[in-house]
């Protein structure tokens, strides 16, 4: 079973508006990464937050973290056409090692 | 920097035939990474590396696939022999000092079995 879950599974927004995409997950994690995938291409990194960290700004993303709560968000501000992709959480639960992988939200900018 | 590269970029072939994935790593980066991405269930993560030695191949659906690193330049995954539902991007990733740390992606390999 998925580690992450992400909601929405996709959204549709006006350039120029935020977006926000959630990120749950079910165990303790080392941190948690957010990725973006262009259509036809392989996996970018965009963001890394430790466990230790509640908020994180990379340019035009946010990245919050409540582990209390187990989950992430990933806001995107101003958003461009060329944000259209999409966007995946990736998490190292402790007692695993491994990176997995949400099941992502694509995400449509119209111009 | 070149970036991980994965060759072919499209695989077509027919049941029961062999297939061979190959991935060159970011020169420096000491862990690989083998994934799989379906519509149906994402990305999976098939077996790792660190250092050519492979650290956890749990992953792995079947027999029917391996991989291996000769070396830290190189690593293949291998289908023998393949079936339909192997249908799939296959990714390959590399990172340096890690588990935790950032994933860089080829961009795959669509591999489609008839």
């Known amino acids: 079973s998925q580690q992450g879950e992400e909601d929405p599974q996709a959204l549709s927004i006006q350039e120029g508006e935020n977006a926000t995409m959630n990120c749950s997950y079910k165990?303790?994690?080392?941190?948690l990464q957010w990725y973006r995938q262009n259509s036809g291409r392989g996996l970018v990194h965009l963001i890394l937050i430790r466990s230790n960290e509640r908020e994180k700004h990379s340019g035009r993303l946010r990245v919050t973290l409540d582990t209390s709560k187990k989950s992430s968000s990933l806001l995107i501000t101003a958003s461009r056409a060329a944000d259209t992709a999409s966007y995946f959480c990736?998490?190292?639960?402790?007692?695993?090692?491994?990176?997995?992988f949400g099941q992502g939200t694509t995400l449509q900018v119209k111009p | 920097d070149a970036g991980v590269i994965q060759s072919p970029r499209h695989e077509v072939t027919e049941m029961g035939q062999e297939v061979t994935l190959r991935c060159k790593p970011i020169?420096?980066?000491?862990?690989l990474f083998w994934y799989r991405q379906t519509m149906m269930r994402g990305l999976e993560l098939l077996i790792y590396f660190n250092n050519n030695v492979p650290i956890d191949d749990s992953g792995m659906p079947e027999d029917r696939f391996s991989a291996k690193m000769p070396n830290a330049s190189f690593s293949t995954l291998k289908i023998q022999p393949s079936e339909p539902r192997d249908s799939a991007v296959y990714f390959c990733?590399?990172?340096?000092?890690?588990?935790?740390?950032?994933?860089?992606f080829g961009n795959g390999t669509r591999l489609t079995v008839t």
């Open positions: 020169s420096g980066h000491d862990y």
């Open positions: 165990t303790s994690i080392n941190n």
């Open positions: 990736a998490m190292v639960p402790s007692n695993t090692g491994k990176l997995i």
């Open positions: 990733a590399s990172s340096f000092s890690g588990r935790l740390a950032p994933l860089h």
